[in-house]
């Protein structure tokens, strides 16, 4: 997803609860959430102007090694991925996705295709977010065209 709120194991938001319904919908049995920034900050309007959306400490092979086990990958970081810091974080994740054996559709992937809950005018996977949940469910991901992934 985009960046971690004040959720943790004892206390759910309502980004997690869609997230519980939607995976529930598809029929999926567990969930384990990676985010795109590491900064806490539960308003996502404020991380356009953080220094440091992603901590020294936090490595994208930790995407890679969740992706590897799992059965689909659900990406959900929103127009914030379109932005400069985020579409810099974005290839490094779709790279650790990729080592993973997980790519967009129509990004010469093989099975293993990312999927999304819809997509934004940004091309970006819409976040789940606060947002009504009314027909929503997963679909497969296409790598925007205008943006540039090199395997």
């Given at each position: 997803m985009l960046n971690p709120s004040l959720a943790d194991d004892q206390l759910d938001d309502q980004t997690i609860t869609n997230v519980l319904?939607?995976?529930?919908?598809?029929?999926?049995?567990?969930v384990e959430v990676v985010n795109l920034f590491s900064l806490?900050?539960?308003?996502?309007?404020?991380?356009?102007?953080?220094?440091?959306?992603v901590h020294a400490d936090v490595d994208v092979s930790d995407v890679k090694d969740v992706a590897t086990d799992a059965e689909r990958v659900v990406v959900a970081w929103g127009d914030k991925g379109a932005t400069p810091a985020g579409r810099r974080r974005v290839v490094e994740v779709l790279a650790a996705l990729d080592a993973a054996g997980?790519?967009?559709?129509?990004?010469g992937g093989g099975d293993r295709i990312l999927?999304?809950?819809?997509?934004?005018g940004s091309k970006m996977p819409k976040h789940p977010g606060r947002k009504s949940l009314d027909g929503v469910g997963l679909e497969r991901w296409h790598l925007p065209p205008s943006f540039v992934f090199r395997r």
């Open positions: 319904t939607i995976t529930h919908r598809a029929g999926l049995r567990a806490v900050e539960p308003d996502s309007g404020r991380l356009s102007g953080a220094a440091d959306l997980w790519m967009p559709a129509g990004a999927e999304c809950i819809g997509v934004l």
